[in-house]
C-alpha cells in the first residue's frame, strides 16, 4: 500500500478516535511551560536577513516579514516568511515548531521556495541565557542531505536573532545565514 492511500485511509479512522476518546475521558494535551516558549515568537516581525557567500566576504543583505500564530490550542507556533534571499529574488517559507515532551526538545518542519522539499529541527531552550539551540537537517538547494546548527538568541521581547551555521568546503563549520528580527508594535 502506497503512503498516499495509507493516509486516506487512516484519516477517518483518527478522525473518528480522537472525540470517542475525548468522550470517554481520555486527557487531551495541554499547553505547558514549554509551550509558553512557543508564545515569544507569536505576532509580525521585520527582519534582516545576512546571508554568507564564503569567508572574508561581505554578507548579502535583503529584507523580509515574519508572522508567527501560535495555534492547535496553543501546542504549536505556526510560522510564514516572505522577502527576499537576494535582492530580486523573491522567498517564501513556511514552518511550524511545538514542543516534543516524549523528546523533551523543541521539534520543528520548514519547508521554503529554495528547498527541494521539508527539514526536520530539534532544539533545546536554555532559559538562563535566552537561547534555543538545535540542528535542522533536509535537502539544500540541490537536493542533497543537509545538516545545520541553529542559534536564536532572545535579546529582549521585542528583538531576536537566528544564526545558521552550515558545513563549509573544509568541513569546518561556519555561518551561512543570520536574521535579525525585530516585533512589530
Not at 498516499?4 to 487512516?10: E, M
Not at 475521558?25 to 564564503?54: C, N, R, S, Y
Not at 516524549?102 to 518542519?109: A, D, E, I, R
Request: glycine fraction near 10%.
Amino acid at each position: 500500500m502506497n503512503l498516499r492511500k495509507l493516509a486516506l485511509t487512516a484519516a477517518p479512522a483518527l478522525f473518528l478516535a480522537v472525540p470517542a476518546a475525548a468522550q470517554q475521558g481520555m486527557p487531551m494535551p495541554k499547553p505547558t511551560a514549554e509551550h509558553a516558549i512557543l508564545t515569544q515568537d507569536e505576532g509580525t516581525w521585520d527582519a534582516v536577513v545576512e546571508m554568507f557567500m564564503g569567508p572574508g566576504a561581505p554578507p548579502v543583505t535583503s529584507k523580509g516579514v515574519e508572522t508567527n500564530v501560535v495555534g492547535c490550542g496553543g501546542l504549536c507556533l505556526i510560522s510564514d516568511f516572505k522577502g527576499e534571499m537576494a535582492p530580486g529574488q523573491p522567498f517564501h517559507g513556511h514552518g511550524t515548531s511545538a514542543w516534543d515532551p516524549t523528546k523533551k526538545k523543541y521539534v520543528g518542519s520548514w519547508t521554503d521556495s529554495m528547498s527541494n522539499g521539508i527539514a526536520m529541527s530539534e532544539a533545546t531552550y536554555d532559559a538562563a541565557a535566552k537561547t534555543m539551540t538545535g540542528y535542522m537537517e533536509g535537502p539544500d538547494a540541490t537536493g542533497k542531505m543537509a545538516r545545520m546548527r541553529s542559534v536564536v538568541e532572545y535579546k529582549d521581547a521585542s528583538s531576536r536573532v537566528f544564526t545558521m551555521y552550515m558545513p563549509g568546503p573544509d568541513g569546518k563549520e561556519l555561518p551561512g545565514m543570520r536574521i535579525s528580527y525585530k516585533k512589530r508594535k
